[in-house]
């Protein structure tokens, strides 16, 4: 595509639901990352992607978040019995390479209620 | 592990005018690279300028240009000609030069360019 595509664009779910959170990044991409953005603050790194294996996932919170990538291409957020705090704007970005440019996308807000 | 402040939550200036956002971060690496993204109301981050730590020289990308001072730990962002589609948040953001591509951003800069 001609570029990082999420979805949804906004997601309000109850407290206790479970969520998946989509995105599909720029063809041929082999690096994925998922960044959490809360109210007023930076991103924050949640997990990285080579290809399809997880090669940095230290940036997630707790087990209830995980997030997967099968074939190397789109990766799906999951976060299991969201709670309040986990309201935030879930950006996805992919580089070429492991040392190329990140290009984002426009994120999915998610919100708990 | 690597912090990054910037301490103006918001500016505003006039369009036509020069405006120069701070940012200030702490680490213990010698090699790095630092970023300013802008972000506009569509959330979407793109890529402002680029400084790789190695390198003296400030980087210059058109209108925005960088003031890196690495022993104070500095990089600040300068906008010559600030034009209406200038207003946005501005992050600054560190990378370690080895490992994963993890950036560490800054709290953000909210940026009103007023015609």
């Known amino acids: 595509g001609a570029g990082v595509s999420q979805t949804p664009s906004n997601k309000v779910t109850e407290k206790g639901k479970y969520v998946e959170l989509r995105c599909d990044p720029i063809?041929?991409?082999?690096?994925l990352y998922w960044y959490r953005q809360s109210l007023g603050q930076g991103p924050e790194f949640l997990i990285y992607f080579q290809g399809t294996g997880a090669a940095d996932d230290s940036g997630l919170p707790n087990d209830r978040f995980f997030a997967v990538r099968p074939e190397g291409s789109v990766s799906t957020l999951k976060i299991q019995r969201t709670e309040r705090g986990d309201s935030a704007v879930y950006l996805c970005?992919?580089?070429?390479?492991?040392?190329?440019?990140?290009?984002f996308g426009e994120g999915s807000r998610l919100t708990v209620l | 592990a690597q912090t990054v402040t910037q301490s103006q939550p918001e500016m505003s200036v006039q369009e036509a005018e020069t405006v120069t956002l701070s940012c200030t971060y702490d680490t213990s690496e010698n090699n790095y690279y630092l970023f300013w993204y802008k972000q506009p109301p569509s959330r979407q981050m793109i890529l402002v300028i680029r400084?790789?730590?190695?390198?003296?020289q400030n980087a210059t990308e058109n209108r925005f240009s960088v003031n890196f001072q690495k022993a104070a730990k500095s990089f600040s962002l300068k906008i010559s000609d600030s034009q209406l589609g200038d207003t946005a948040m501005y992050f600054c953001a560190f990378m370690k030069s080895e490992g994963a591509q993890k950036l560490v951003f800054g709290q953000g800069t909210r940026l009103t360019i007023n015609p």
């Open positions: 063809s041929g991409h082999t690096a």
């Open positions: 970005a992919s580089s070429l390479s492991f040392a190329g440019e990140l290009f």
């Open positions: 400084q790789e730590a190695y390198k003296q």
